[in-house]
């Protein structure tokens, strides 16, 4: 099982203005909850950590979960209001964010709050985005992945949020504290330019890899993932379709990841450490196909199995 822990949030999806006012369509989000829901769409076991409110948006995004068949066992619940999170899409399909999030549920979780002892079952955790930057959640995954990383794959995607997380030096230092306990990170080249502008991909890349990790993926939109490890660069072709919007692709990319790694039998501490590039390659196709039949929906609505399969057949 894969447990994953964050954020979950409403995305307020704002349309052009008419007469009357602005259309909005509210829709479930939040990375590593977008995360959980595809893990459980591509019908591999995943489990949520985290803290919902009990009000009308909590009970949405709790219902959401059970749609896609992920635990709640993990689950906790408060009488805190749930996160908003405006969207106006930009005229290239590119979310532009709002965040309205003040003593918000999502937030809440406390170290003292985590669960003790995870069972043997959960064989890895995912985690990531601003719940790495807001506090008491942000504490409490630290000590999870800290407490956890010696028995279980830890994934990390950054999916750095600047308006949310506000001093991005402190939400680097964490993040950089947090190299050490993963052996997976997912970035995409926009995380890389906000926490080192100027710099590289493939440099930065590296430079993760040597304080811990096992594998570093970037993904860059339309020019593809590309994946370090050991020596090995690995760059792969962005499958191309017609994009509706990009929101929840990167999310459906880390889901297609680690659903392929833990489909194949990997995801285990000692067999990501002895992937192959051959293999790498596969998970980043498969990632890579997943993200794609995103794009051609509107917001984070990730695909199953069998038609990220058909997907990748098609264009064989």
């Given at each position: 099982?894969?447990l994953?822990?964050g954020e979950?949030?409403?995305?307020?999806?704002?349309?052009?203005?008419?007469?009357?006012?602005?259309?909005?369509?509210?829709?479930?989000?939040g990375?590593?909850?977008?995360?959980?829901i595809?893990i459980?769409?591509l019908g591999?076991?995943?489990?949520?950590?985290?803290?919902?409110?009990?009000?009308?948006?909590?009970?949405?995004?709790?219902?959401?979960?059970?749609e896609?068949?992920?635990?709640?066992s993990?689950?906790?619940r408060?009488?805190?209001?749930?996160?908003?999170?405006?969207?106006a899409?930009?005229a290239?399909?590119?979310?532009q964010?709002?965040?309205?999030?003040?003593?918000?549920a999502?937030?809440?979780?406390?170290?003292?709050?985590?669960?003790?002892?995870?069972?043997?079952d959960?064989?890895?955790?995912?985690?990531?985005?601003?719940?790495?930057?807001v506090e008491?959640?942000?504490?409490?995954?630290?000590t999870?992945?800290?407490?956890?990383?010696?028995s279980?794959?830890?994934?990390?995607?950054?999916?750095?949020?600047?308006?949310?997380?506000?001093?991005?030096?402190?939400?680097?230092?964490?993040?950089?504290r947090?190299?050490?306990?993963?052996?997976?990170?997912?970035a995409?080249?926009e995380d890389?330019?906000?926490?080192?502008?100027?710099?590289?991909?493939?440099?930065?890349?590296r430079?993760?890899l040597?304080?811990?990790?096992?594998?570093?993926?970037v993904?860059?939109?339309?020019?593809g993932p590309?994946a370090v490890?050991g020596?090995?660069?690995?760059?792969?072709?962005?499958?191309?379709?017609?994009?509706?919007d990009?929101?929840?692709?990167?999310?459906?990319?880390?889901?297609?990841?680690?659903?392929?790694f833990d489909?194949?039998g990997?995801?285990?501490?000692?067999?990501?450490?002895g992937?192959?590039d051959?293999?790498?390659?596969?998970a980043?196709?498969?990632a890579?196909?997943?993200?794609?039949?995103?794009?051609?929906r509107?917001?984070?609505?990730?695909?199953?199995?069998?038609e990220?399969?058909?997907f990748?057949?098609?264009?064989?």
């Open positions: 099982m894969i994953v822990c979950a949030l409403i995305d307020l999806f704002v349309g052009a203005p008419s007469r009357i006012g602005l259309s909005a369509e509210a829709v479930a989000g990375s590593p909850f977008n995360v959980a595809g459980g769409r591999r076991a995943a489990a949520f950590l985290s803290t919902l409110s009990e009000d009308t948006f909590g009970n949405f995004l709790a219902g959401k979960l059970a896609a068949g992920v635990s709640q993990y689950l906790q408060c009488p805190n209001p749930t996160t908003l999170s405006v969207v899409t930009s290239s399909g590119q979310p964010y709002s965040f309205y999030a003040p003593d918000s999502d937030r809440a979780l406390t170290p003292e709050n985590l669960p003790s002892p995870l069972p043997a959960v064989n890895a955790i995912a985690a990531g985005s601003y719940a790495l930057g008491p959640i942000a504490s409490a995954v630290e999870l992945l800290r407490r956890e990383s010696g279980r794959v830890i994934s990390l995607d950054p999916n750095v949020r600047p308006r949310v997380v506000g001093d991005l030096t402190i939400y680097r230092e964490r993040f950089e947090l190299l050490a306990h993963a052996h997976i990170i997912k995409s080249d890389i330019h906000l926490l080192h502008p100027g710099e590289d991909l493939v440099s930065v890349a430079s993760w040597q304080r811990g990790p096992r594998l570093v993926i993904t860059r939109g339309a020019e590309l490890l020596t090995a660069t690995i760059e792969r072709p962005a499958p191309r379709v017609d994009v509706l990009t929101v929840g692709a990167g999310d459906t990319f880390h889901a297609g990841l680690l659903s392929w489909a194949n990997l995801l285990v501490p000692e067999r990501v450490t992937l192959s051959a293999q790498v390659t596969a980043l196709d498969f890579a196909a997943a993200a794609a039949i995103v794009c051609t509107r917001g984070a609505n990730p695909p199953t199995w069998d990220v399969n058909r990748m057949i098609e264009r064989a």
